[in-house]
């Protein structure tokens, strides 16, 4: 299996825009970054696109569809964003109190599960679920997922054996795409993460 993980583009709630919803639309950068990757991805014959119900997810799949041609999409909720609950309300992300709170009660930030959300081991556990579904189903195809920085960060953890902790140490740009080629004994072989050259090489070929 080739595995090409996309981070959807630039939403309103990155550009840190005031009062922006959760689940918020891309911004126009957001809406180029996202014609951007439909071009790179023109050239690729994928099998299957799973993408988040999540709308800045869906948006930067919209853009990306008219260059792929005729493929199998699937909106799930098994890859939406890690969900942070009552502290992602009132249009920001409010981390101050999320880390407040979970200092009281005792817990790791691991373990911390917020009211209405889940835990980061929460979302670890279910990228993984969804990683031995994608090797059960898809031994030879190439297959795109769109979603999210926390769950796609978990989902190439899950498929290199790596520990949660190591989340800490890296995050994926918006519209970048990670790589993640699979052999049919489900052992890795090569992988590339956070990739965005498709970004500027479309800006060089436009000179």
């Known amino acids: 299996m080739k595995l090409y993980i996309v981070r959807h583009a630039q939403s309103k709630r990155?550009?840190?825009?005031?009062?922006?919803?959760?689940?918020?639309?891309?911004?126009?950068?957001?809406?180029?970054?996202?014609?951007?990757?439909?071009?790179?991805?023109?050239?690729?014959?994928?099998k299957k696109i799973y993408c988040s119900k999540l709308i800045r997810a869906r948006k930067t799949l919209k853009e990306i569809l008219p260059y792929v041609g005729k493929v199998n999409v699937e909106y799930t909720k098994e890859v939406v964003e890690h969900s942070i609950g009552i502290y992602g309300m009132n249009g920001k992300d409010d981390w101050e109190s999320y880390v407040k709170d979970m200092e009281k009660s005792g817990l790791s930030l691991i373990e911390f599960r917020p009211k209405n959300g889940e835990s980061l081991m929460d979302a670890y556990i279910r990228a993984g679920k969804f990683y031995q579904k994608l090797l059960k189903k898809h031994k030879n195809d190439k297959i795109l997922v769109v979603a999210h920085n926390a769950f796609n960060k978990y989902l190439i953890m899950n498929a290199l054996k790596l520990n949660i902790e190591e989340g800490k140490y890296f995050n994926l740009s918006n519209a970048s795409v990670s790589i993640i080629g699979i052999d049919k004994n489900g052992k890795v072989k090569k992988y590339d993460i956070d990739d965005f050259h498709h970004i500027i090489d479309y800006a060089l070929k436009r000179k």
């Open 14 to 46: 990155n550009a840190k825009l005031e009062h922006s919803k959760v689940d918020t639309d891309l911004t126009d950068i957001g809406h180029e970054q996202a014609k951007r990757l439909g071009v790179y991805f023109k050239k690729i014959k994928l």
